[in-house]
């Protein structure tokens, strides 16, 4: 049986995409399968935690034990994030969150036209950076996903949302980031130190992960 490191805490994460709806048979979206987030979730309850997972549409199933709520669009996410937050002592935000959404959804399926279509963007809510201003004593960890300055970008997520770590994922890496079974990631803390860790399997990286989240909250009791 697993070390009971989290056993008592409660532990919210998000995971998978979200689906943007243009019209009734169309949506926006991106190529997150849940893996990542869904094998934190695993982990943190074998763990002991008592774990609420607030999942975008995936195909695999969630880990037994793990209270899931599935949900659709950003704004579903928002709502049901912001529901859980206030009794969370610790939130991880693994979800590729649409940035944004139709500015208007058809009711109907739209028609095809001649020419070219042009379908105008509103930005969805930022959820991490949400939490971030609300935050009293939860452990706030955000995941950062890109192609290029990840120490750059991943440092800047880490400030402007008031995360107390950002791990970050280089998905233009071979075996990195979305739907792969692994993942390379590198742990950005607020102290300024960082900790790149090798490809391994995404059940490795949530162990990882939650040996730092140990270290956190054995910071916050002295
Ligand atoms: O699901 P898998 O196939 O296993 O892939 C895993 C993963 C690549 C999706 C995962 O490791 C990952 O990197 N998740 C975050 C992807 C992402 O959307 O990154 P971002 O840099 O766009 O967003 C930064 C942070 O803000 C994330 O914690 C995100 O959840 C959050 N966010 C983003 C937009 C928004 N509107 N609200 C948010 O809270």
Known sequence: KPVQLLKGKKLLITAGPTREKIDPVRFFTNHSSGKMGYAIAKAASEAGADVTLVSGPV??????????????????????V????????????????????????????????????????ERTKDILKTL???????????FAAETEQLETYAKRKLESKNADMIVGNNILTEGAGFGTDTNAVTFFRKDGTISELPLQTKEQVAQALLSEIDHLLKERSV
């Open 82 to 121: 912001l529901n859980h937050f206030d009794e969370a002592d610790i939130v991880i935000k693994s979800a590729a969150v649409a940035d944004y959404r139709p500015a208007e959804t058809s009711d109907q399926k739209m028609k095809k036209k001649d020419g070219t279509l042009t379908i105008e963007f």
């Open 59 to 80: 195909t695999i199933t969630p880990p037994s034990g793990v209270t899931t709520i599935m949900v659709e669009t950003a704004e579903e996410m928002y709502n049901q």
């Open 132 to 142: 971030g201003v609300q935050k009293k004593h939860q452990i706030l960890i955000g």
